[in-house]
């Protein structure tokens, strides 16, 4: 006869509304001194326990009050759904080149049929990666699938020491293809491009190249909010490649700083601040021992400065506006790439918003919409400022045309 007991059901994970409240209450808070414990409005924590959704800088400055990582108020839930037909369309090619499908004989690459030629191939890949610096992305959008179909065809053909450097090449490309994506926030097809990135500088023996696309799957999986992950990855293979001081070349010194900054980027926005300090103490370190700003393998630069910005916006999570800024002070950043010089000018701006000094943050998005307009429309954090300029223009007074179409840019809504 059959059983027709009930199997037990497993209870749903509680939403992050749920757990804000159920803290709440733990500690014996009413929703007021939550909102002035973690320097937030009451509106905003009511919205959380409603079923709102908040920045994950809320979310952080809630886990600060509470003791606990950040990542206890993430969830897994259904996302809302949005129209992607068009951004489908846009990156069709990008797609085919990284993530193409696979059949019984594994994945079926698109070959270019051009005989092979390293010389041009690898001329290609440096243009793509002075595009990108320079942000360039439509010009990265259209020239990246070609050369990664590109290096695909040269390893097929090749052998010996060419098709080593070939496959050295198609690390490099699928790299750059991997920062591009993580720009444009496409972090999972991003993540497709650097683990095959990390497999080729794995078989051709480039620890270099490996670390750096171990760096770069670290900057994607932030961006996606999964911070331990980050941590564990980045801090375990610093640990693994750790140089000797007295011998490290600075290839060795970049790699190793650069990872540790990754994984002290994730243990701040963690609110793990002690882990957070440490690691970026050992990056200030390697940066210090190069002493000026490096090229590093993998079209990326450390240094002094690189490793200085990252302390600073970890200050700047860690809700110390005024010391963030203080710091920036004392920051050289002529020696670094477009984009960290430019991530460091928006959290100069979130430091002068949380700081009250609403026009010296409009005056740097202004500035970085003349100077890096495309680097500019694909950032979140320029957005959020956006918005809270946006807010307080509107309470103090009829908001000026330049916000308004600053905002307009940034797709804040108005």
């Known amino acids: ?4 007991t009930l199997p037990e059901l497993t209870p749903p994970e509680p939403s992050i509304s749920q757990r804000v409240a159920h803290l709440r209450k733990r500690r014996g808070l009413s929703q007021e001194k939550l909102a002035e ?18 920045r994950m800088e809320t979310y952080h400055a809630i886990a600060r009050v509470f003791g606990v990582r950040t990542i206890w108020f993430t969830a897994p839930e259904t996302p809302e759904p949005e129209p992607t037909g068009y951004r489908n369309t846009v990156l069709l090619d990008i797609r085919s080149a990284i993530n193409p499908p696979a059949g019984l004989g594994g994945r079926l690459f698109s070959i270019d049929p051009s005989p092979p030629n390293l010389r041009m191939l690898e001329s290609v890949v440096v243009t793509i990666a002075n595009d990108y610096q320079e942000n360039r992305y439509d010009d990265v ?7 990664v179909r590109s290096a695909h065809a040269h390893v097929q053909v090749l052998s010996g020491e060419e098709q080593q450097k070939a496959v050295r090449l198609r690390a490099d490309a699928l790299q750059l293809t991997g920062r591009y994506l993580i720009q444009i926030r496409e972090h999972d097809l991003a993540m497709v491009a650097l683990r095959d990135a990390l497999a080729d500088a794995v078989q051709v023996g480039d620890q270099a190249l490996a670390a750096a696309a171990i ?35 600075p290839d060795e010194l970049s790699a190793w700083g650069y990872l540790l900054m990754r994984a002290a980027a994730a243990a701040a926005r963690n609110n793990r601040k002690d882990e957070a300090a440490d690691m970026q103490n050992l990056a200030e370190t390697a940066g210090r021992r190069l002493r000026t ?8 630069r450390f240094g002094p400065a690189t490793a200085a910005i990252n302390g600073t916006q970890n200050e700047l999570i860690a809700d110390r506006p005024d010391v963030a800024l203080k710091r920036s002070k004392m920051i050289d950043t002529s020696g670094v790439t477009p984009n960290t010089r430019q991530r460091h000018e928006l959290d100069k ?13 409009e005056t740097t998005l202004h500035r970085l919409r003349a100077t890096a307009p495309a680097w500019l429309r694909q ?24 916000l308004r179409e600053l905002v307009d840019f940034l797709g804040v809504p108005l």
């Open 141 to 147: 959008a259209r020239t990246a699938p070609a050369a």
């Open 293 to 300: 700003e490096r090229e590093a393998v993998g079209h990326m």
């Open 349 to 361: 701006a979130k430091a002068n918003v949380l700081l009250g000094d609403d026009e010296a943050a």
């Open 37 to 54: 414990l973690a320097g937030l409005s009451v509106g905003v924590i009511q919205k959380i326990e409603q079923g709102g959704s908040a």
């Open 215 to 249: 760096g770069q799957q670290g900057w994607a999986l932030l961006r996606q909010a999964r911070f331990d992950e980050v941590e564990h990855l980045c801090r375990t293979t610093a640990e693994a490649i750790e140089p000797r001081m007295s011998k490290a070349t």
């Open 379 to 402: 950032q979140r954090a320029a957005r959020e400022i956006g918005e809270d300029l946006w807010r307080e223009a509107n309470k103090k007074r009829t908001p000026s045309a330049a």
């Open 1 to 4: 006869m059959a059983n027709d």
